[in-house]
């Protein structure tokens, strides 16, 4: 063995040693695997685990508005403004129901009379029918006239009003124009009617209009 051999030889050798790894690098590892098993469980289990909803949506890249998220402008003869998220839609206002007055029934309404009963025969108010009957007036127009007369006289021949002076069963006034339909009027139901029903006639055109004037003034 040459010298050189022996002294190569004499120098012993170490075997290499391996460098022990940082506490860090162990826990990041460790943090690195937890979090990328967590994510994975979570995706597993509950997809939707970490969608929450919130008012304030909005456009990635647009800044939100400083002002209330929703605003409603209201203006008397405009159309509505609802403004959201930068939409703004205009709503048409919803009329307001105008207040009609009901209408106010005439006091002439009560041109009709209630039914009257069949008169006995021979009596003022069936000859008053049948003269009804001949003007060509109906049976409303007769209720209308008992009722008049009724009212006005009760039917009595000598009916007389001692304020006015009326007489008879028209009640005229005074008790002597009912002469042009015969001289006997103080006395003759048949002549007063007769006179009565052409001074309604004239007047009023109908028994049931001089009625209703009846009403509403108190006389015809």
């Known amino acids: 063995m040459s010298i050189i051999e022996s002294e190569h030889a004499a120098i012993p050798v170490r075997p290499a040693m ?116 001949d003007r060509g007036w109906g049976d409303d127009q007769f209720n209308c006239l008992v009722s008049l007369w009724k009212k006005e006289s009760g039917w009595r021949v000598n009916a007389e009003n001692s304020s006015s002076g009326a007489y008879g069963i028209p009640q005229a006034l005074p008790g002597s124009k009912m002469a042009t339909s015969g001289d006997d009027w103080q006395t003759n139901a048949a002549t007063q009617i007769d006179w009565g029903l052409g001074y309604i006639s004239g007047r009023y055109g109908t028994p049931c209009g001089a009625w209703a004037h009846s009403g509403d003034v108190g006389w015809y």
Request: charged share 10%; proline share 11%.
């Open 18 to 133: 391996r460098r022990p790894r940082s506490r860090g690098q162990a826990s990041l590892f460790l943090f690195a695997f937890t979090a990328a098993a967590a994510f994975v469980l979570v995706t597993v289990v509950d997809p939707y685990s970490g969608a929450t909803a919130s008012p304030y949506f909005q456009v990635v890249g647009v800044s939100r508005p400083s002002g209330p998220a929703q605003e409603i402008q209201v203006a008397a003869g405009y159309a509505n403004t609802v403004t959201r998220d930068s939409f703004t839609v205009n709503e048409k206002p919803i009329p307001v129901p105008v207040p009609v007055a009901a209408p106010v029934a005439s006091k002439s309404s009560s041109s009709t009379a209630p039914t009257a009963a069949v008169p006995d025969p021979g009596s003022a108010q069936a000859i008053a029918s049948g003269m009804v009957a």
